[in-house]
C-alpha cells in the first residue's frame, strides 16, 4: 500500500487528513488512465522516463484482461507518484486545451460550411474576407456540387470536399 514513512507528519506541521490523500491518489490514477490513452508520439513527448513509457505500452496490451489492467494501472499511478507527477498534469492539461481548441475550430468550419450552403455569395464573401487565401470559384464550385448532390439524394461527398477545402483555407 503505502509507505509509512510518507504519512508521518514533520516536526511542526499536521498530517494530512485520509481524504485528502485518497483525492490525491485518485488524481494521480486519473494522469496514468489519461497516459494510456495517449498516442505513442503523444506520449514520448511527456516528461517521464522510460520504464513509465514501458508500464504505459504494456497497458495498452492487456487491456483486455481485467485484473492485470488493474495492476498495471497501480504500477503505473505508483511510478507517477514517485516521480514528478506535476510536471506530467502539467503536460496532460496542456494536450487537453489544445484539443479543446481544435475541436472549437472545427466545430466553427462546420458552422462555416452550413452557413456557405445556406447563404451563397454573401456567405463566401464573408468567408474569404476573414480566410483570404481561399479561392472564391472554387467555393462556388463546391457549394453547387453539393446542392446537386442534396436535390438528387446522394451521399455527401462534396459536403465532405467542401469541409475539407474551408480546413486547407483556414490553416493557410
Not at 481548441?101 to 466553427?108: D, I, L
Not at 468550419?109 to 451563397?120: A, K, P, T, Y
Not at 455569395?121 to 470559384?137: C, V
Request: glycine letters at 4%; charged letters at 35%; aromatic letters at 4%.
Amino acid at each position: 500500500m503505502s509507505n509509512p514513512e510518507d504519512l508521518t507528519p514533520e516536526p511542526g506541521s499536521q498530517r494530512p487528513n485520509k481524504t485528502q490523500i485518497k483525492r490525491e491518489i485518485a488524481d494521480v490514477q486519473d494522469m496514468a488512465s489519461r497516459l494510456i490513452q495517449l498516442t505513442d508520439s503523444s506520449l514520448r513527448k511527456m516528461p517521464i522516463d522510460e520504464q513509465l513509457i514501458q508500464a504505459v505500452i504494456l497497458a495498452r496490451r492487456i487491456r483486455n484482461t481485467r485484473e492485470g489492467y488493474r495492476r498495471q494501472l497501480q504500477l503505473i499511478t505508483k511510478l507517477l507518484r514517485q516521480g514528478d507527477h506535476a510536471a506530467v498534469k502539467r503536460e496532460l492539461d496542456g494536450l487537453q486545451r489544445s484539443g479543446d481548441a481544435e475541436n472549437a475550430k472545427f466545430h466553427a468550419l462546420e458552422r462555416w460550411r452550413e452557413r456557405i450552403i445556406s447563404g451563397g455569395d454573401d456567405a463566401i464573401q464573408a468567408f474569404i474576407d476573414q480566410y483570404p487565401s481561399a479561392d472564391r470559384q472554387k467555393l462556388r464550385q463546391l457549394v453547387r456540387k453539393v446542392q446537386k448532390e442534396q436535390a438528387e439524394d446522394k451521399p455527401p461527398a462534396g459536403y465532405r470536399e467542401l469541409f475539407k477545402y474551408l480546413r486547407e483555407a483556414a490553416d493557410a
